[in-house]
């Protein structure tokens, strides 16, 4: 069972910097498409950004485009998403997602991914 355990989150100002990681804990995940999904209380899960196995492929929600960048190291088995120029809309639960399939089997959407990771928690402040 791939088991995905993110961290990074925490409380930033307007127009700060973080950067998440999230670790598998096997190296198998090396071959999967990886994604990043946050979740604002009362609202959906919304897709952020992924990526493929070798990294020659993203995609990005637009909200994002410019101010996300996601990454992966695959000799550490983690995937990155640098967040620059945050804005309090921002403020959710961000996820980490894996999955066999690249294309995403439906998009970007919460379906084309089999495993999770619980969730780091990212507050924008004004």
């Known amino acids: 069972q791939v088991q995905l355990v993110e961290s990074g989150g925490g409380l930033v100002q307007a127009g700060g910097s973080l950067r998440l990681s999230c670790v598998a804990s096997?190296?198998?995940?090396?071959?999967?498409?990886m994604g990043w999904f946050r979740q604002a209380p009362g609202k959906e899960r919304e897709f952020v950004a992924a990526i493929n196995w070798s990294s020659r492929s993203t995609a990005y929600a637009d909200s994002v485009k410019g101010r996300f960048t996601i990454s992966r190291d695959n000799a550490k088995n983690t995937v990155y998403l640098q967040m620059n120029s945050l804005k309090p809309e921002d403020t959710a639960v961000y996820y980490c997602?894996?999955?066999?399939?690249?294309?995403?089997?439906?998009?970007?959407?919460?379906?084309?991914?089999?495993?999770w990771g619980q969730g780091t928690q990212v507050t924008v402040s004004s």
């Open positions: 997602a894996a999955d066999r399939s690249w294309p995403l089997r439906v998009g970007p959407h919460p379906k084309s991914f089999d495993y």
């Open positions: 096997e190296r198998t995940v090396n071959t999967y498409a």
